[in-house]
């Protein structure tokens, strides 16, 4: 008996040729998901948290989308993906917006690579796949090399915000603070009564100072998760 008429309760033992497919699709999936989020995002930010998550859902994803195309609910069973992941909140602080980003697109490529059409040819998915990767490598590694961060310091020398002052100002803020590289400082609420003012000064971080921050992240995040679950 030929494996693919044996079945078991009413299920095909195993249909070749869609296994095939599934097994080809999947494995394209998991590249691009892999290279996305091990190589272009993780060695940016070098949170696991993350990693972990977007490997998992991309690949349920995936699945899902592949496993209940047969329903013909493509279009609005996207969409609802969609909708669903876009109203997630974790327990912990709201998910910034470059995480929210590599989700999104995790989603959108697990969704592409399991619904397309079999009218779509092989090679219009792996140029789908590759210039979402390309695209996503001239952003993070070739365009924005530089990460702009910011601090709101409270300043008691308001005579020093005037126009004509921004180089004492500024050349006073790095010594006190020990930024070296300060690219431009907004001024805020003034505070005529107590003499103060609040400055928001923005500047390049390193790669090193970059990473202890997102550690420093993590571990609050951690720290919440605990006192919640202690509540």
Known sequence: M??????????????????????????????????????????????KDYLFTYILIASVVFLLCFL???VKLQ????????????????????IPIKEMTYL??????????????????????LFSNLVIVFITYGLEKLWLLKHES??????????????????????????????DKINRIEVGKIDFLRDTCELKI???????????NNINGSYNNNNNNIDDDDD
């Open 75 to 94: 279009i609005g069973f996207a969409l609802g993906l969609f909708a669903i992941f876009g109203i997630i909140r974790y327990r912990t602080d709201a």
């Open 202 to 212: 923005y500047y390049y971080v390193s790669d090193h100072e970059k990473n202890l």
């Open 2 to 47: 030929i494996p693919g008429e044996i079945n078991i309760a009413g299920i095909d033992l195993i249909n070749l040729p869609d296994f095939l497919e599934l097994v080809l699709r999947f494995s394209l999936n998991t590249a691009v998901i892999v290279i996305l989020v091990r190589w272009l995002y993780y060695s940016t930010v070098k949170r």
């Open 104 to 125: 999104f697109l995790v989603i959108g490529i697990s969704v592409i690579n399991a619904l397309t059409s079999t009218n779509t040819s092989l090679a219009d998915l």
């Open 150 to 179: 910011s601090k709101i310091v409270i300043y008691e020398k308001i005579n020093l915000i005037r126009p004509e002052n921004r180089e004492t100002l500024i050349n006073d803020l790095r010594e006190r603070t020990g930024i």
């Open 68 to 70: 209940l195309e047969s």
